[in-house]
């Protein structure tokens, strides 16, 4: 697929697909990113600012795309010991990310891990 003449449904369903290849997705990720665009505010909670840049496909803007990205970058460096109901930044967006552990049934809103 040629993703630069890709519809945004397209784009998404090849960054969202599990069994394309993880390149081909943050391809998929980084050209709907470039075709979303301006006019979109962040969707971090109570903000309105302008949206500068995407996380897992979500508009942030600047600062909250730091804030989870630094906060990203803690949870996966294993000296940390991070839980996944410490990542504070980044569950008020989890919800939407179509791949995150809560869309995915295996933790719940408040970020602990399901036990059913
Ligand atoms: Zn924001």
Not at 9 to 38: C, F, I, M, N, S
Request: with cysteine; aromatic share 8%; hydrophobic share 35%.
């Amino acid at each position: 697929m040629n993703l630069s003449n890709a519809t945004k449904r397209q784009l998404y369903e090849v960054a969202v697909d599990h069994d394309t290849p993880l390149e081909l997705r943050y391809k998929a990720a980084r050209e709907l990113q470039r075709k979303v665009g301006d006019n979109l505010i962040c969707k971090y909670p109570s903000c309105t600012r302008k949206a500068t840049s995407t996380f897992a496909l979500v508009p942030l803007c600047g600062d909250h795309y730091d804030d989870i990205h630094a906060e990203t970058i803690r949870y996966y460096r294993v000296t940390t010991k991070m839980q996944y109901a410490e990542r504070e930044h980044y569950l008020k967006i989890a919800k939407l990310i179509p791949w995150s552990r809560i869309n995915m049934g295996e933790v719940l809103p408040d970020g602990s891990v399901r036990r059913d």
